[in-house]
């Protein structure tokens, strides 16, 4: 749902370096966790290759409501996977989006962060919410609307610290324009809500071994 689509050049270089620096540091630690501790199965790199070409389809469709938004399937991508592979599943996303324009190169590293904070929210969501209910279309359902409401507060923090270049508007200004693109965002993230529900509930049913256990 949050994702900064902005051409390059739209930020300072430091602020492209830096936000690039702190997200490799992420996948790095993810790497590092996948080679020492947490070695997928087979099963789950098939899922995570399937949920990858799935969120890099999905983020190219566009709906039109205010110019376009569209679904990430961030929340899905944190209940199926975890935040580990998760965070390597929207590395991947996200290059593959910037090279067919989806957003500048500049900013992958960026938007790396912007959808970490989605698969990570959601994630410890819909765990946590297990002490409280069983029923996974209400856990899935509330993880990813606090999942996209994170990555809507990282999007407009990212954007408010880094500034765009060019732009002549005060701090104010951008802030009022990016708070109403977070309030379509989130009226449209109660859709996406409601259909990772019926998806994870869906999955529960049919196949509760892909749910079974903790997801890294």
């Not at 949050?2 to 490799?24: K, P, T």
């Not at 789950?44 to 709906?63: D, E, G, K, L, R």
Request: aromatic share 8%; glycine share 10%; net charge neutral.
């Amino acid at each position: 749902m949050a994702h900064i689509h902005l051409e390059d050049g739209s930020f300072s270089l430091f602020w492209v370096l830096a936000w690039w620096i702190i997200a490799l540091c992420f996948i790095g630690v993810a790497l590092v966790l996948l080679r020492s501790k947490f070695k997928p199965e087979p099963k789950m790199i098939t899922i995570a290759a399937f949920v990858t070409a799935a969120a890099f389809a999905i983020f190219q469709v566009q709906i039109p409501i205010a110019g376009g938004v569209h679904v990430n399937l961030t929340p899905l991508i944190a209940i199926l996977t975890g935040p580990v592979i998760g965070t390597l599943v929207v590395l991947i996303a996200n290059i593959l989006s910037a090279a067919i324009g989806h957003g500048g190169w500049g900013l992958v590293g960026a938007n790396v962060l912007v959808n970490f904070s989605e698969v990570l929210v959601a994630w410890l969501v819909f765990k946590g919410m297990k002490k409280i209910t069983e029923d996974l279309f209400s856990r899935a359902g509330v993880a990813t609307f606090a999942g996209l409401f994170a990555g809507n507060l990282v999007m407009i923090a990212v954007i408010l610290v880094s500034g765009i270049q060019g732009v002549n508007q005060t701090t104010a200004q951008v802030l009022t324009g990016l708070s109403l693109i977070a309030a379509i965002n989130m009226g449209v993230a109660v859709i996406e809500a409601f259909l990772t529900g019926l998806i994870v509930a869906y999955i529960g049913r049919i196949r509760p071994d892909i749910l079974d256990g903790d997801r890294k």
